[in-house]
């Protein structure tokens, strides 16, 4: 049967290929079938990544710190001992051959076997060991997703994968951010979450908010995915299907025409030059930096380095994170985010206790301040990093001045921790704030006054100004870049920075979407920064926009009530 389900537009494009449903949230990995003549290497990858993630444990029990306590020790035994037990190192070898499945799929498969025995176990102790199981195998995933196989039924559109969820987090995102489906599509989720964030990082089509998407399509169903609009067909008669195809063949010819912008100068007709950046999550992303002819990175969301293990990256692993992304930029500005965990990023490694409310909770700059031991081994690592390249640092989240006090003066503590030691970094690098809360955006010349470079997090501007959980599909139909009192605040902030002579750039979902490129450079933006694979798109804009000729529209804009004539002026401004 035929049916058409309408969920929130995350990232354009047109998938067709065959639902592959994915059941709980944090191992969820690629499964496909092999070819009789891969198997044997693809036990050899499972083989390399057993082998791997052993080296790893030992060089990290060898090199566990003086003052460490000494359940780290026994923790790192534990978890040796885990990895060396043939219910992992051998079954899933016997799996994958079985079964000529992919080595990740095998693994998963081992492990739902061993958490069903745990269930039966009487001893208390015994039964707690199955985290530091589900630990173990994280890290085998995470050893084996980066050195990925070839998914063998990803080959032709026709046997492309589309990925149905109920919800996937941003962690268990990231961890497809290296293999091929065609498209995402989850039951709930907004917009701006993390998770289609990241979904729309990877430039496939993606749909959220579907409600029943997980439960009303079947394994193997024929999909339609048409990203830009939000709407997922199932099972499509051989018409719409054929109306479909057409359609991906025009949006791909778009994508290759725009390619062509890559490596044009970024200014507007009237000869206002333009500096876009990219946001990333990983030092992976680089290249797609460089291929999108970005001028820098205007975000490096750093928290993702701390996802999907069971520790926390140490000091020297940040560092160098972070010089090979500077490195990689040959000189353009690095901007790296410190820690913005909590809200839908939650770690496994840290425990704060539920939180009633937890976008309003302990996150970002509010938990380094709690966690001043965190926040210092990050601030060192990325200083220790400013020296081979030009790195910016940026906070997430102040609210008050006196947050942003308790951060120099930890910086400084950091500065000089270094200075003892004679290690080098940039003594002039730049502190920039993020403004994504009201009260940072209403009062932005104080902030404007102490920092070297404000940027814009629209997400939680939107967020909180509306007081909309950005995550929650219930209220996604809420969620309006367009609100006048959005608008107020982005330009308020934007207007006051320019007049104090503080660079600012917007750094939200806002600064990557096209039919909002105008509105904002009418606004007296300059700089902006978005996922590498918007930024032809934006630079399109920005390309035919006539400054002069916007203001007036912009104005009337600003002075507008009611969000749905809003809607219509925008249409009017994007077609001047
Ligand atoms: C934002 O809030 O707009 C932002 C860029 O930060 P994040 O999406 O990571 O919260
Ligand atoms: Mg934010």
């Not at 745990?118 to 890290?139: A, C, M, S, W």
């Not at 026709?158 to 961890?175: F, G, N, Q, R, T």
């Not at 169903?221 to 709407?231: A, F, K, P, S, T």
């Not at 270094?418 to 009062?443: N, R």
Request: net charge negative.
């Amino acid at each position: 049967m035929s049916f058409t389900m309408h969920g929130v537009a995350v990232s354009g494009g047109i998938a067709i290929g065959f639902a592959h449903l994915v059941s709980h949230a944090t191992l969820e990995v690629p499964h496909y079938a092999l070819p009789k003549h891969l198997v044997t290497e693809e036990v050899g990858r499972f083989d390399a990544a057993i082998q791997a993630t052993r080296h790893e444990m030992e060089s990290m029990r060898a090199h566990i710190p003086a003052n460490a306590p000494p359940e780290v020790e026994a923790f790192l035994d534990v978890h040796l001992m885990i990895l060396n037990d043939s219910s992992l190192s051998k079954v899933p070898r016997q799996l994958i051959q079985a079964q000529q499945c992919n080595a990740e799929w095998a693994l998963t498969q081992q492990l739902d076997n061993l958490l069903d025995q745990f269930e039966n176990i009487e001893d208390t102790y015994l039964r707690e060991r199955k985290n530091d199981v589900i630990q173990v195998v994280e890290r085998v995933l995470k050893a084996l997703l980066g050195h990925p196989g070839v998914p063998t039924n990803a080959t032709t559109p026709e046997e492309a994968s589309i990925l149905v969820a109920h919800d996937l987090s941003p962690a268990d995102m990231i961890l497809f951010k290296r293999h091929q489906f065609a498209a995402f599509v989850t039951d709930v989720g907004g917009a701006t979450s993390h998770t289609a964030i990241l979904a729309r990082s990877l430039n496939i089509p993606s749909v959220v908010a579907l409600h029943h998407a997980r439960q009303l399509i079947r394994e193997r169903e024929l999909l339609i995915v048409d990203g830009g609009q939000g709407v997922v067909i199932v099972n499509p008669d051989q018409h719409v299907l054929a109306e479909y195809r057409l359609k991906q063949n025009q949006w791909e010819i778009d994508q290759q025409k725009l390619k062509r912008l890559a490596s044009a100068a970024t200014r507007t007709l009237d000869g206002t030059a333009v500096e876009l950046h990219a946001n990333i999550e990983l030092p992976q992303d680089v290249p797609l930096v460089r291929d999108n002819g970005a001028t820098g990175i205007g975000l490096f969301r750093s928290e993702f380095l701390f996802m999907n293990r069971p520790d926390l990256p140490s000091e020297e692993e940040q560092y160098l994170a972070y010089r090979t992304v500077a490195e990689g930029l040959q000189g353009l500005p690095v901007t790296i985010r410190t820690l913005d965990l909590g809200a839908d990023k939650q770690l496994t490694q840290m425990e704060h206790g539920q939180s009633a409310n937890p976008a309003l909770g302990l996150r970002a700059i509010r938990l380094c301040l709690a966690e001043p031991h965190l926040f210092h081994t990050q601030i060192r690592a990325i200083l220790r990093a400013s020296h081979y390249g030009k790195i910016h640092i940026l906070i997430p989240m102040l609210s008050t001045l006196s947050e942003l006090d308790q951060t120099l003066h930890h910086i400084r503590v950091a500065k000089e921790s270094l200075d003892v030691e004679a290690t080098p970094y940039d003594k002039t690098i730049k502190l920039g704030g993020m403004i994504e809360i009201p009260a940072a955006a209403l009062m932005v010349q104080s902030f404007a006054k102490k920092l070297d470079f404000l940027s814009i997090g629209t997400n939680d501007l939107i967020q909180y100004t509306l007081a909309i959980d950005r995550t929650d599909d219930a209220v996604a139909h809420l969620y309006d870049p367009l609100h006048p009192a959005v608008l107020q605040l982005v330009a308020h902030t934007i207007r006051t920075a320019n007049r104090v002579g503080t660079p600012v750039v917007v750094c939200g979902e806002m600064g990557g979407d096209p039919k909002l490129t105008r509105l904002l450079l009418g606004f007296g933006l300059r700089e902006f920064s978005m996922h590498p694979a918007h930024l032809l798109a934006v630079k399109q804009q920005v390309l035919k926009t006539n400054l002069p000729d916007i203001h007036a529209l912009v104005a009337k804009m600003l002075k507008t009530e009611e969000s749905e004539k809003m809607h219509s002026l925008l249409a009017r401004l994007n077609s001047l």
